[in-house]
């Protein structure tokens, strides 16, 4: 699989445990960042959010999200919060890391000729995990404004530096445009996985690499014309790391999130907790062991259609 490897990942993850999961939102101007953050805050099933964005009026919160605004914060409805970075967006991670045991998640929305990566670089100096970067590109726009001679770098720049994206205005366009469209970025941001979406339709699980891995629960639910193709095991007992780097190295391209809980035989007494969102792979520590918790791990895959081998991955958790 293309992009970071565990073993840099637990490495910079191991100076902390459970950190607040912290995801980049990017893409060029009118790419659907605004649509998908309220879609987001409205299905954000108890989750408590904070976003970072340049200024309210680029963000563009539904009003009856909206409880109040207290200076340079809107309180929502849901018990997330919208801040802004006109003080700098260092100045505003630092605040929300004091008031970290209220979040459960920072969304940070890029500006729209802004570089996420760097955005993304900001996580772990305020002790943030960086679940990921996902970038949207506009389905019936992105080519033309990747060859704009003020624009298009920036454009290339922001799809180069995604670990998702996330292809939006699915249903502006005929079936063929699509079809070149997904080609196109193929081959502008090889290896990384392309999530297809229709206005109001993208899956928040995967966008956000939430945990909640649940093998005899399917996937459900589907994005324009593509439903997902998924895989799950369960195994009593711990693994060896090395089989699992090994299995997390052979996941193919088209894998948008593999997520999970396992138990590892050289350390037997705690949890891990497995992310992988598109090319970004995290395994940390869970806090404690639990008193009387069944040693056992529960792996999770979440792809294209037609992106997983059953049989392969099934054979790769044999004993």
Known sequence: MHGHGILSAQHHCAMREQPVPYTVLGGYLGAGKTTLLNQLLRSNAGARFAVVVNDF??????????????????????GCICCTASDGLADVLDRLRARSDDIDHVIVEASGVSDPARIGNYAGAFGFELRGVVVLADAEQVRSRSVDKYVGGTVL???????????????????????????????????TPILESAPGNVPTDIVLGELGPAPDSPVTGATHHVDYDTWSHER???????????????????????????????????????????????LTRDTGPVAGEVRRCRLVVIAAPGALDHERLDASMSP
Not at 164 to 173: C, G, N, P, S, Y
């Open 57 to 78: 009026g680029a963000i563009g919160i539904d009003a009856e999200l909206i409880a109040n605004q207290d200076g340079d914060t809107i309180n929502l409805t849901n």
């Open 236 to 282: 009593s007992g711990p693994m060896d790391r090395s089989a699992l780097e090994a299995f997390i190295g052979a996941l193919p391209d088209g894998v948008f999130r593999a997520k999970g809980i396992v138990h590892l035989a050289d350390d037997p007494d705690h949890r891990h907790v497995l992310q992988v969102v598109g090319r970004r792979v995290s």
């Open 157 to 191: 720049s922001q799809l180069r530096s995604a670990d998702m994206l996330v292809l939006t205005k699915t249903d502006l366009v005929e079936l063929s445009q699509l079809d070149e469209v997904r080609a196109w970025l193929g081959g502008t941001a090889p290896g």
